[in-house]
């Protein structure tokens, strides 16, 4: 899997807004690549991250939204919307031809959606849980992060977006997901 390594791991919201960042690197490098196997290994590389980024941010960061910040419900709802929605445009680019025009074209506008909900989460997720919890917390859900995104699956799981279910459907979905990647890599 892709190397996830941030500078800032002492603050949750410092961690996943250097994700955010390290994903939108990634989507240059995905259309930098000078080969279509230099392009596969970035997109497999931006894909597994995008997977275990959103996955961590709905079992640790939209519950205590929901719970810390006034009108939690109604910008976590619009949250998960969207990460749906990106599942399942991320799981549509899997299936196609990565060397070809349509591949760039429809990675183009998975990227402008996947910038423009990071910019949202940054404002009016983490902005607010900067302002609602302590130091101490944000420390505690950056550990969390990490160990979600330790057994997160890597690929996108369309309608596994609630905390609940990524704790029943996700470990399980995890294991079959790292393993097939693992032959995807020993097959390539």
């Given at each position: 899997m892709?190397?996830?390594?941030?500078?800032?791991?002492d603050d949750?919201v410092?961690?996943?807004?250097d994700?955010?960042?390290?994903?939108?690197?990634?989507?240059?490098?995905?259309?930098?690549?000078?080969?279509?196997?230099?392009?596969?290994?970035?997109f497999?590389?931006?894909?597994?991250?995008?997977a275990?980024?959103?996955?961590?941010?709905?079992?640790?960061?939209?519950?205590r939204?929901?719970?810390e910040v006034?009108?939690?419900d109604?910008?976590v709802d619009?949250?998960?919307?969207?990460?749906?929605?990106?599942?399942?445009?991320?799981?549509?680019?899997?299936?196609?031809?990565?060397?070809?025009?349509?591949?760039?074209?429809?990675?183009a506008?998975?990227?402008?959606?996947?910038?423009?909900h990071a910019?949202?989460e940054?404002?009016?997720?983490?902005?607010?849980l900067?302002?609602?919890?302590d130091a101490?917390?944000?420390?505690?859900?950056?550990?969390?992060?990490?160990?979600a995104?330790?057994?997160a699956?890597t690929?996108?799981?369309?309608?596994?977006e609630?905390?609940?279910?990524?704790?029943?459907?996700?470990?399980?979905?995890?294991?079959?997901d790292?393993?097939?990647?693992?032959?995807?890599?020993?097959?390539?």
């Amino acid at each position: 899997m892709a190397d996830t390594f941030v500078q800032s791991t002492d603050d949750v919201v410092r961690f996943l807004t250097d994700q955010h960042n390290l994903i939108k690197d990634m989507f240059e490098d995905v259309f930098a690549a000078s080969s279509d196997d230099a392009r596969d290994k970035a997109f497999t590389e931006l894909r597994q991250l995008l997977a275990v980024h959103e996955t961590a941010e709905e079992m640790v960061v939209h519950p205590r939204v929901r719970n810390e910040v006034e009108g939690g419900d109604v910008i976590v709802d619009a949250r998960l919307t969207e990460e749906r929605e990106a599942k399942k445009h991320l799981s549509a680019l899997e299936g196609m031809d990565i060397g070809s025009k349509k591949f760039l074209d429809e990675l183009a506008v998975f990227r402008t959606e996947v910038l423009d909900h990071a910019e949202r989460e940054e404002l009016e997720e983490f902005n607010r849980l900067q302002r609602e919890i302590d130091a101490e917390d944000l420390a505690k859900m950056a550990k969390a992060v990490q160990a979600a995104q330790a057994i997160a699956p890597t690929r996108p799981h369309a309608g596994v977006e609630s905390a609940k279910l990524n704790f029943a459907v996700g470990p399980f979905a995890s294991m079959l997901d790292r393993a097939r990647d693992a032959i995807t890599a020993a097959l390539k």
